[in-house]
């Protein structure tokens, strides 16, 4: 009857046997868990560290080139891309920086044929969808064929005249460049979920709101060429009540037009033209060009890294600006992480050399460094340590559970040989 309570060779009872096992494997399932949480947030941190980098080396470029632009004549904002040419259409007037959408297939790899409004990849049936906002340079007598995309990481750009706290306009806009969150819903969607489109059959895009951005820089163009008055004016002359219009492209690059009826007759006329408004993401400028080519390969200004951490996995590696990050937002903000930090900086560098050119030494620490990358994923990401809590006090107490009862079962096994 009481077979269940009697001990195995190993000194277990059923019972005890049976809670160490129960224990244990929810604390496996419990550990398994927390990283599955740990990997997905470190995720998401790698990739905000990629697009913030890319933020600075744009905002690094757009910096570079301000002198050009300060010789400009004219500048005016627009809220529509088709202001910008497109294709084989040539503007010797005016150069262009703006943000231009771009689509993919969601079932391949394959790019989005916009005129053809289907994938590029042959017999493939994916859908169009937006997969983010790149920076472009578009320079004076150039097509779009010829614009320069200034990254390869999604970052959406913002360009609006500068005012005084007065409400003083100067001639000047403040480019902010800025990286979205990777769950950014970019296509608006309406209560079924069905993507938006407007009357011309395009897919109406979310303008981003302070939430969806967690990084951003200013970049201010100064036009003094510009200025006619000690108050100065408007980038778009609203002050005098002059507002500059452009022409409206359609995606072959020619002028869009409409059809009318006149006298009985049908006649082409221009679409509307689009106005100058005091917020977009197209700045028109009439300048020889928005940036030289010589500055278009500019590299951003890195952090002082972790020595150890930069040896063995590279540089550019989503770890070391996930450890960066980590000494900076928490170390070096008490006393006690400081002296750590000051400590580590001493010791590592020759440790980092020695490891530097050996392969198993570097594959070594990046195990060794693993749990401190999980701890820094933690304490820098509040929704995945809130996720992991109740996990981890289920691994604590599961472990002390199964390290109780494996206590008793050796104070028993050493008191029966006594």
């Not at 040539?90 to 993919?104: G, I, K, Q, R």
């Amino acid at each position: 009857m009481f077979k269940f309570l009697s001990k195995n060779k190993k000194g277990f009872t059923i019972v005890e046997l049976v809670i160490v096992l129960f224990l244990l494997s929810f604390g496996v399932l419990a550990l398994a868990n927390m990283f599955k949480v740990t990997y997905r947030a470190f995720q998401k941190s790698e990739e905000r560290s990629i697009k913030q980098e890319a933020v600075k080396t744009v905002a690094d470029m757009l910096q570079k080139g301000s002198t050009g632009v300060a010789k400009a004549q004219t500048a005016d904002v627009f809220d529509t891309i088709e202001v910008v040419p497109t294709a084989e259409t040539v503007d010797d007037s005016y150069s262009y920086l703006f943000s231009l959408p771009s689509y993919a297939c969601d079932k391949c790899e394959g790019n989005w044929n916009n005129e053809t409004d289907s994938c590029n990849t042959a017999d493939c049936t994916g859908s169009k969808e937006m997969n983010g906002y790149f920076v472009c340079i578009q320079d004076k007598g150039k097509n779009r064929n010829s614009a320069r995309q200034l990254s390869d990481v999604p970052i959406y750009l913002s360009i609006e005249p500068y005012i005084e706290d007065d409400g003083t306009y100067y001639s000047a806009v403040t480019v902010t460049i800025a990286a979205l969150e990777t769950d950014f819903k970019y296509e608006k969607t309406d209560a079924e979920g069905k993507v938006v489109k407007d009357e011309k059959g395009n897919v109406v895009l979310n303008e981003p709101k302070s939430d969806d951005i967690y990084y951003s820089l200013d970049v201010m163009y100064h036009f003094p060429n510009m200025a006619t008055s000690n108050t100065g004016v408007t980038v778009n002359h609203l002050a005098k009540g002059i507002v500059s219009t452009a022409t409206k492209y359609d995606s072959n690059g020619n002028p869009q037009v409409e059809i009318k009826q006149e006298d009985g007759k049908q006649i082409e006329v221009p679409v509307e033209p689009a106005v100058a408004t005091d917020k977009g993401n197209v700045l028109r400028v009439f300048c020889d060009s928005i940036i030289g080519a010589d500055v278009t390969n500019g590299e951003p200004t890195l952090p002082t890294l972790c020595f150890i951490a930069t040896a063995s996995y590279g540089h550019d590696s989503g770890e070391v600006g996930l450890l960066c990050k980590f000494r900076d937002e928490c170390l070096l903000t008490n006393p006690l992480g400081t002296a750590f930090v000051n400590a580590y900086y001493k010791l590592s560098p020759p440790i980092a050399e020695f490891i530097s050119d050996s392969e198993p030494l570097k594959a070594a620490v990046r195990v060794a460094l693993k749990p401190l990358v999980a701890i820094a994923t933690n304490a820098l990401d509040e929704d995945a340590a809130k996720e992991n809590a109740p996990w981890f006090i289920m691994f604590m107490l599961c472990g002390a559970g199964a390290t109780a009862t494996l206590i008793k079962v050796s104070k028993r096994r050493t008191k029966n040989k006594e």
